[in-house]
DNA sequence: CCTCCTTTGACCTTTTCTGACCTTTATTAT
DNA sequence: ATAATAAAGGTCAGAAAAGGTCAAAGGAGG
């Protein structure tokens, strides 16, 4: 098993017994004797909100990183349509996206219009047209994470 | 916790009990054992007008610090807000409008934290640097207006 | 060989904290 | 009154302490 695995491993059974987990990256990558950006590297592949996790982090003195196991209800849920957004998404699907989350209960229909509000295609007139479809995904997915965070 | 968050959270629980407070920078600094410089650094990032406080002072003998809180009606507040976005606005002030109108009861939290995301640093990597702020300015006033619809 | 996943290292950005030096105000001595 | 001194607080540059990014090298499997 190379490294990236030992590491995940070891962030998730920290994981087990307590649902929230605060660590330093510097340190954690001395405890593993890798380069620091290695945990980066476990975090993106392994950790990612795709994969039910929420990850956090500061910079500066004092920093941290902090890593959340998403469990099953209305945020597994929001995970699950993170995931379908993929890189790039039109304003229609979107709204259909969002359609089913508030069937779902997932979201609450005055957070639904928000969402659609932010990616209209007013607020995005001004971008150019082969940009739209990505800026669009990524202010989406941003917003659903911050959806699962509130929970 | 670090040394400025130990400060705030000091200085903002004297706030809970009155809503305006007056120390003296050298007692403060002595009683966590800092640089007075420290107090300033506290006061600027955590208790700016931006996030809600007025900070006034004077030097000089029998100097002190003052430092209160403000409040206004939601309508107000609301209105300063849209007035205040204007043609253009970064993460951090946008940010602080939003913390402000949750404050303020104009907005929930989760609101908040849905809007933050749709206009962070993550959500609008790749849009080149000179159109940022005017994107984001775009995007928040589309947002508010969603708001204003659904309230 | 070719491709995909891993790993590293160089360089960057953000946040905190201190110390040296400056300005303002009050008090005291002449 | 005036001048000197003491007692605040203010500013700013820089060091230190994190974490982030990205391109390139390394390796395993097909």
Redesign the pocket.
Known sequence: M??????AQFIRSALESDQSLE???????ER???????????????FSPEQGYI???????????RIRRVEAGPRLILMHALASVGSSIDAASAAAVLTNLDAAGAITPAEGRLMAAAMSERALAGVPAERKGTLRAEIFKQMLLACADAG
């Open positions: 190379g490294l990236t695995d030992l590491v660590l330093r990256r510097g340190e954690l990558a593993f004797g890798c380069a620091p950006s290695q945990i980066n590297y476990v975090l993106s592949t392994r990850v956090e982090s500061r910079r500066g003195g004092g920093g941290y990183i």
